[in-house]
């Protein structure tokens, strides 16, 4: 069984920055793509960031365009560990955050398509 264990979130001032980070456990990760997706108070669970997780994929990305020039998403594959680097961050931003991974190496922006969840991490921007 997999489990994603998200880390990392916390209460930032806007323009600040938070590293959240996602350990993957329970099989070898070698053709998956893990996602981020976030959810605000009273909204749907929107898509953030995703990249490959396989040997031939170099670690391809995909991002919201909300996020693009501020966020990175990066991998450890040692560490079996999936990263995403907020940085300009905004009060918009405010959400719990989860991580995701997909059984398929084929990009997916919604969460229904994904497999496994996290149990999140909230990040506070305050303005």
């Known amino acids: 069984q997999v489990q994603l264990v998200e880390s990392g979130g916390g209460l930032v001032q806007a323009g600040g920055s938070l590293r959240l980070s996602c350990i993957a456990s329970?099989?070898?990760?070698?053709?998956?793509?893990m996602g981020w997706f976030r959810q605000a108070p009273g909204k749907e669970r929107e898509f953030v960031a995703a990249?490959?997780?396989?040997?031939?994929?170099?670690?391809?990305?995909y991002y919201e365009d909300f996020v693009k020039g501020r966020f990175a998403i990066s991998r450890d594959n040692a560490k079996n560990t999936v990263y995403l680097q907020m940085n300009s961050l905004k009060p918009e931003d405010t959400a719990v955050y989860y991580c995701?991974?997909?059984?398929?190496?084929?990009?997916?922006?919604?969460?229904?398509?994904?497999?496994?969840w996290g149990q999140g991490t909230q990040v506070t921007v305050s303005s």
């Open positions: 995701a991974a997909r059984g398929q190496l084929t990009l997916a922006t919604i969460a229904s398509e994904y497999d496994y």
């Open positions: 329970g099989r070898t990760f070698s053709r998956y793509v």
């Open positions: 990249i490959w997780w396989s040997t031939w994929t170099a670690g391809r990305t």
